[in-house]
């Protein structure tokens, strides 16, 4: 359950880290949030600007005049899209390319349950192939009505060439870019389920669980709402891929990345100017989903749907151990468990005497960490975030959370904070949180 946001940087999203559910035992299923590598908050946010269906201007490194032309047949495709046109969509498409435009068909027919608000193309190069032949490397951004208040980009690479005249341009080849994730459209039929406070959209998926997710995440929302007083959208979109490896597909990620990792958070951390996030995901692996209980699925779906809460207050400067630690403080805190039974590996560490130096680093939340040392990280981050709790009360770790984020980089960002919410600096609440552990789990 990570939010792509303290991750290393990964393109095109940004993953939350998960945690582990208690009735999970080995192989917790867990998840990370996942940042949108390299792309400023603020041109993410002025493209929710630009109209609903259409090509934006194109780089000035394109030829500008067949960029243009190119942009001119995307926005015809555009408005096709969102109109449900198969023709329109199908008329930018080579006449003579059988095979691609009945896959071109499948695709629109895929997207069909999709509640579209925008859908909008920009080509960013266009490189000659031949004559009358080019490639042009394209973004789209979309946005799903009622629940997304930015746009979400899929990067796409394009043929197409000039029909016999050498007039119009029609389309030749339609794939996703190198090494970019694959939307789930692309996957196959999409089944969408509203839920109240939910859209599911799943792929390859029996209706019924896509049902009971819907019916999870619209528990999930309001218990986020409750521990985050922050304004916020409350209204979520899950993905639900047809298996393990779809996932990774989804999130642009080598095969196996997400092997028992349950779910993760995809978008684009914030800015910390307050301004709104961007249209985040959470991708529930349904392999790994199936084999948690009722109690571990509502865990995984309330740590989740946190980070996308707290998407406007997460930056840079936010350690793992708080973004993760926070979320499953938000997962756990009305649930009726010890901490024990929630901090299992750390609590036979502690007792061992085997008592964690410091908080946990970024890289002890590898998803490629030994499972038991990946437990300790997510636990050591909750009990630090229970300990705030406890000791300062629920309002200052929201205070501690948000002055973290605001803090200009990662430098000083934590001990800074803890210094004006908690009076205490970060060296001096160590001493404390190891104190704790043993007072907990000892």
């Known amino acids: 359950m990570a939010e792509p946001g303290h991750a290393p940087n990964a393109a095109p999203s940004v993953p939350s880290a998960g945690r582990a559910a208690p009735d999970a035992r080995r192989d917790r299923p867990r998840g990370r949030i996942r940042r949108a590598a390299g792309v400023p908050l ?31 047949v995307l926005d015809r495709r555009a408005a096709a899209v969102l109109d449900h046109d198969t023709a329109g969509y199908l008329a930018v498409v080579d006449p003579d390319a059988t095979a691609l ?18 859908w909008t193309y920009t080509v960013k190069s266009v490189t000659a192939r031949g004559a009358g032949r080019v490639t042009a490397d394209v973004e789209l951004d979309y946005r799903v009505a009622g629940f997304d208040t930015a746009p979400a980009t899929a990067r796409r690479t394009l043929e197409l060439a000039r029909d016999g005249s050498g007039g119009s341009w029609y389309l030749t080849a339609d794939r996703p870019a190198k090494d970019a994730a694959v939307p789930l459209w692309d996957q196959g039929p999409v089944t969408a389920v509203h839920g109240t406070h939910s859209l599911v959209l799943g792929v390859g998926r029996p209706a019924k669980e896509l049902r009971e997710i819907a019916e999870t995440a619209d528990l999930a929302v309001p218990a986020v709402s409750a521990a985050w007083p922050d304004s916020w959208a409350a209204r979520v979109v899950y993905l639900v891929p047809a298996s393990t490896a779809a996932m ?58 946190t980070h996308v809460a707290t998407r406007t207050s997460t930056t840079a400067a936010t350690p793992l151990w708080l973004s993760e630690g926070f979320a499953d403080w938000a997962a756990y805190r009305q649930e009726d468990r010890t901490a024990g039974e ?20 970024d890289d002890d939340f590898a998803f490629d960490r030994d499972a038991d040392a990946l437990a300790r990280a997510y636990e050591g981050g909750w009990l630090a975030c229970v ?27 934590v001990d800074t904070a803890m210094e004006k919410v908690l009076g205490i600096g970060e060296r001096e609440f160590t001493t404390r949180w190891r104190d704790y552990l043993t007072e907990r789990l000892g």
């Open 101 to 118: 435009r009945a896959a071109q068909r499948t695709s629109l027919a895929d997207l069909a349950q999709v509640p579209l608000r925008s």
């Open 387 to 413: 300990l705030v709790a406890e000791e300062w009360g629920e309002d200052a770790l929201t205070d501690l959370y948000r002055a973290v984020g605001a803090h200009d980089g990662r430098e000083g960002a």
């Open 248 to 305: 990774a597909e989804l999130l642009g990620s080598p095969d196996g990345s997400y092997r028992g990792i349950a779910a993760v958070t995809t978008g684009a951390v914030s800015s910390g100017n307050g301004r709104p996030g961007l249209a985040d995901r959470v991708v529930v692996n349904p392999e790994a989903y199936a084999g948690l209980g009722t109690f571990g699925r509502r865990v995984v779906l309330t740590h989740e749907t």
């Open 342 to 361: 929630i901090a299992p590996e750390l609590a036979t560490a502690v007792r061992a005497r085997d008592l964690p130096a410091a908080l946990p680093a």
């Open 42 to 72: 603020v041109a993410l946010l002025l493209a929710g600007l630009m109209a609903a269906g259409g090509c934006a201007a194109p780089d000035r490194s394109a030829d500008s005049a067949t960029a243009g032309e190119i942009g001119a």
